[in-house]
């Protein structure tokens, strides 16, 4: 799930949609938004981020905090090193490498580390 994804799954439970109700209120398919909830799916564009803020109607800061998270919900990310030191690459194939195994007190202390 990605950090939109959850938001977006989370403000559909606070309001009682239902996730085909949502889906036809924005001309999507129920399995795009599905997808999009469980982070199958690349990043919204920032039309259907805006979409998303209208249907709920959302406020300013609310919508500001809906595009922040759809930027960083690239459920496939890449990090180019080209130009960096060897020491950005190393990290970075590292990251790659075991992202999947690193618990949750390990991501937070990553995501602490880099300025959240």
């Known amino acids: 799930m990605t950090p939109f994804g959850q938001r977006l799954r989370d403000l559909r439970q606070q309001h009682g949609r239902a996730l085909k109700d949502m889906a036809r209120a924005l001309k999507v398919s129920s399995a795009y938004l599905s997808a999009l909830e469980h982070g199958h799916r690349a ?6 981020v805006q979409q998303v803020a209208a249907y709920f109607n959302l406020a300013w800061e609310e919508v500001d905090e809906l595009k922040a998270l759809a930027e960083l919900s690239d459920p496939k990310p890449s990090i180019d090193t080209r130009g960096l030191s ?14 999947k195994v690193l618990d949750e007190p390990a991501l937070k202390a990553i995501l602490k580390q880099l300025g959240k």
């Open 43 to 48: 990043q919204p564009k920032p039309g259907f």
């Open 86 to 99: 060897p020491l950005a690459t190393e990290v970075a194939n590292k990251l790659k490498r075991r992202i």
